[in-house]
């Protein structure tokens, strides 16, 4: 190996090293997982239901509806790829959800929906997303006073 490409390779781990410690920087909430479920609320508080209704179907936010179908007549398209969330509050608990939407691979390592609240071992981010959570601990919260609604 010349020494140009010890330097390169070099320099590829340093810029690895950097990219974990802004990770970092950005200070997700820790919370604890109890059987399947997150009981804590990650901000201490109650979440807005019709920012979580909103957050729900926003394509850049929790773009859920493109997976889910759920009440939300407004809009045109519902998706199909996951289950439908119409009475989902009669069937899960505000913990159970939590977990499913902070990291749902805890659950079904293979499943298609996205860890809305986690920054490592995700693949394939885009550039302007690496390092964040898809969705802050208040929207999270927010999308689960929504589902919580829905009975
Ligand atoms: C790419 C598709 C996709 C997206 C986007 C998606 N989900 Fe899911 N979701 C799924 C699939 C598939 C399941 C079924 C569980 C599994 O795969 O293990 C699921 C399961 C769930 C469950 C459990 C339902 C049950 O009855 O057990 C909830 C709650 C849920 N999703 C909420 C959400 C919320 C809230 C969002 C947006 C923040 C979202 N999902 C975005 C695909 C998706």
Redesign the pocket.
């Known amino acids: 190996m010349s020494r140009k490409t010890r330097i390169l390779i070099l320099a590829v781990f340093m810029g690895l090293v950097g990219s974990t410690a802004a990770q970092a920087q950005q200070n997700l909430v820790a919370y604890t997982i109890v059987k399947d479920g997150i009981p804590q609320s990650l901000t201490g508080k109650p979440g807005d239901p019709a920012k979580g209704r909103k957050?729900?179907a926003t394509p850049a936010?929790?773009?859920?509806?493109?997976?889910?179908q759920a009440p939300i007549p407004e809009e045109m398209f519902h998706?199909k790829?996951?289950?439908?969330?119409d009475e989902?509050g009669a069937?899960?608990t505000a913990a159970?959800?939590r977990l499913?939407?902070v990291n749902?691979k805890v659950?079904?390592s293979?499943?298609?929906?996205?860890s809305?609240y986690k920054i490592d071992g995700l693949n394939r981010v885009m550039k302007s997303w690496q390092g964040k959570a898809?969705?802050s601990a208040d929207e999270?919260e927010d999308?689960?006073a929504y589902?919580q609604t829905l009975k």
């Open positions: 957050l729900f936010k929790g773009n859920c509806l493109s997976c889910h998706g790829i996951g289950p439908e969330l989902v069937r899960l159970e959800m499913r939407i749902p659950i079904n293979d499943t298609m929906m996205p809305y898809i969705l999270v999308i689960i589902l």
